[in-house]
Nanobody
């Protein structure tokens, strides 16, 4: 069984910073892409940032230059450093990992439970 556990959300004022963390645990052979998604009230879940096993990154345009995604492969952990936060960044942030539990198994997508980020104006 694989679990993704997120931490680091909270309430911050406009212009502030937060760091989200997500640790994957359980039966893991290898992890391909890890990423962060977010869902604001009344909106669809959207991609925020992804990072491959080779550390190639991708960001949604609205966070470029403000957010940085990174990973620690030894700890099976992905981070999201969020700076210059804006009220529009308020959402539940979800961690995602595409991984395989065994060398012979297919890659499967897993999700964390979500962590609330609220940016006050």
């Amino acid at each position: 069984q694989v679990q993704l556990v997120e931490s680091g959300g909270g309430l911050v004022q406009t212009g502030g910073s937060l760091r989200l963390s997500c640790a994957a645990s359980g039966s893991i052979f290898s992890i391909n892409t890890m990423g962060w998604y977010r869902q604001a009230p009344g909106k669809q879940r959207e991609l925020v940032a992804t990072i491959t096993g080779g550390s190639s990154t991708n960001y949604v345009d609205s966070v470029k230059g403000r957010f940085t995604i990174s990973r620690d492969n030894a700890k099976n952990t992905v981070y999201l450093d969020m700076n210059s936060l804006e009220p529009e960044d308020t959402a539940v942030y979800y961690c995602n990992a595409v991984l395989r539990a065994q060398s012979w198994s297919d890659f499967v997508s897993y999700w964390g439970q979500g962590t609330q980020v609220t940016v006050s104006s």
